[in-house]
């Protein structure tokens, strides 16, 4: 992937949906191969909509998102999708068992038990797992089966089922754009930390768009872009935001004043330090 460069409006909902309300209207941006791109914006601005849509749930009702000067539309929608590995806000855990959860990010590798761990590793979510009562084995849940002794069924917490999710997405070592959309929302700030760093060191000179709207998840990346009226209404790195003293910067410093007291000298660490 050289670059994916989009202008791409779009219906809340979906393109069909003449009288919908716009979510994205004239957004221009332009990734370029290998670099790391943060997305963030209020509840709403359209960043989910624009990741469905570089997923082709759905196409733009006008516009176009290109990859490598090439219309996604003129793929194939399978191999599209091949080329990219993301994680939803919204993921699914399945009535199956934590090795196949995993798998199932890439079916041609449903049955490589070290890819699997390897991914379990890298989420932070390999020592749980190993734990269960038949480890990667046992099934995710209580519904289907509920037997006795090492047969139960478990669940995972909230936390837990994210990073397995986020395990899912890491199966697909071959993708050229990684899309990871508020991968750690619900995670406390240390697990938070140790994803972020996990995520850098696997993200390699892969493509990558990150979103989130803790924007301290964001601060390294190369770029990054926000959101605002359907529009990109600021793109540059953190410093350059937060010296432009727009939007970015108040949303920032009026997250970062809830982790400081007067205790707290200035500076933040920022997750992918």
């Not at 219309?71 to 590995?85: K, P, T």
């Not at 099934?139 to 909230?158: I, K």
């Not at 990871?180 to 390699?204: F, T, V």
Request: charged fraction near 25%; hydrophobic fraction near 40%; charge should be neutral.
């Amino acid at each position: 992937m050289r670059s994916a460069q989009g202008r791409s409006p779009s219906r809340r909902g979906g393109g069909g949906d003449a009288d919908g309300e716009w979510v994205l209207r004239g957004v221009s941006l332009q990734i370029a191969a290998g670099q790391a791109v943060g997305l963030v914006g209020l509840n709403g601005a359209g960043k989910t909509t624009l990741v469905k849509l570089l997923c082709r749930f759905y196409d733009p009702d006008r516009g176009h998102i290109r990859w490598d000067g090439v219309d996604i539309r003129r793929f194939d929608v399978a191999e599209l999708r091949r080329r990219i590995a993301v994680t939803f806000q919204d993921f699914m855990i399945y009535d199956l068992s934590a090795a196949e959860n995993i798998g199932l990010g890439e079916l041609s590798r449903l049955d490589d038990r070290d890819a699997i761990r390897r991914s379990a590793d890298l989420a932070g979510i390999g020592g749980t797992l190993s734990a269960l009562p038949r480890g990667y084995d046992t099934l995710l849940s209580r519904t289907l089966f509920d037997g006795g002794g090492d047969q139960v069924g478990a669940r995972l917490s909230g936390g837990q089922s994210q990073r397995l999710a986020l395990a899912r997405a890491l199966m697909r070592e071959d993708a050229d754009l990684m899309i990871l959309d508020e991968p750690s929302s619900g995670l406390d700030a240390e697990a938070e930390y140790e994803i972020h760093r996990s995520l850098q060191a696997r993200r390699g000179r892969r493509t990558c768009l990150l979103v989130s709207h803790r924007l301290s998840a964001v601060r390294q990346a190369d770029v990054i872009a926000v959101l605002g009226d359907g529009r990109i209404a600021e793109l540059g790195t953190h410093d350059d935001l937060m010296l432009a003293g727009d939007g970015y910067s108040r949303l920032f410093t009026l997250q970062a004043s809830g982790y400081q007291d007067d205790r707290v000298a200035g500076g933040l660490v920022a997750p992918y330090r």
